[in-house]
């Protein structure tokens, strides 16, 4: 039988919106500030959809403990304030977002962002009201780790098998996967689609709007 899914979970950066420039630019110049190692695009990139704390230490191995609230305070200063680089909506996203939630979808959010963040673009993009709940990481436990799945299924009072984890990262599909449900994986985000691929997706979504298209051939097969 063809499963289909109450709820969908949505990753935010490299998702639902493509932020991966600000959040490049943000974290090299807070690295900059504090004096740290150079940090380049492409490592900036693989700790996109972390915590900020897990994202810092990847990127700065032995980084000393008392940096790390200094490079999440100078990177919020960039990425909520002063650095301009643009940050849009992918194509399609809030009419498939809408299309789906009049559908009768439940819309949820699991995301590396911290709350504030979170609640900043929700206020810049107007979208707040689609979505049931969410979860950030710094209320919960950082991706990979299922736990905001966990508390998404709990609050909601649905099953793994009734939800589906989207997302353009390999830490969004590994805890997909932990959390037992099925994943759709994103492939024009922050990730290679090779390295998602590997987490065996039900769906490899090209463009947003590929995600209303394929549910609604999953309706008409049951």
């Not at 230490?57 to 919020?76: A, T």
């Not at 209320?139 to 998404?152: A, C, R, V």
């Not at 994986?185 to 090779?194: L, R, W």
């Amino acid at each position: 039988m063809i499963i289909v899914y109450k709820l969908l979970i949505f990753d935010w950066d490299g998702t639902v919106i493509d932020s991966a420039a600000r959040i490049i630019s943000s974290m090299q110049k807070a690295a900059q500030d504090l004096s740290q190692p150079e940090l380049t695009d492409e490592a900036v990139r693989n700790i996109i959809g972390l915590g900020l704390p897990e994202a810092i230490q990847v990127l700065i191995p032995g980084v000393d403990e008392s940096v790390i609230p200094q490079m999440r305070e100078r990177y919020g200063h960039y990425y909520l304030g002063v650095d301009d680089t643009p940050t849009e909506l992918f194509e399609g996203v809030e009419q498939t977002l809408n299309n789906l939630k009049d559908k009768g979808y439940r819309l949820a959010v699991a995301t590396g962002k911290s709350r504030r963040g979170l609640q900043r673009v929700f206020e810049d993009t107007g979208l707040e009201y689609l979505f049931e709940t969410s979860r950030c990481a710094d209320e919960t436990t950082s991706k990979p780790h299922p736990h905001m799945l966990e508390e998404i299924l709990q609050e909601t009072g649905l099953n793994a098998a009734d939800a589906v984890m989207i997302g353009d990262t390999e830490f969004d599909l590994e805890m997909g996967v932990r959390a037992g449900m099925d994943t759709i994986a994103v492939s024009y985000g922050a990730h290679h689609v090779d390295r998602l691929k590997a987490y065996k997706p039900v769906l490899v979504m090209n463009n947003f709007p590929d995600l209303e298209s394929w549910l609604a051939k999953k309706h008409f097969q049951v």
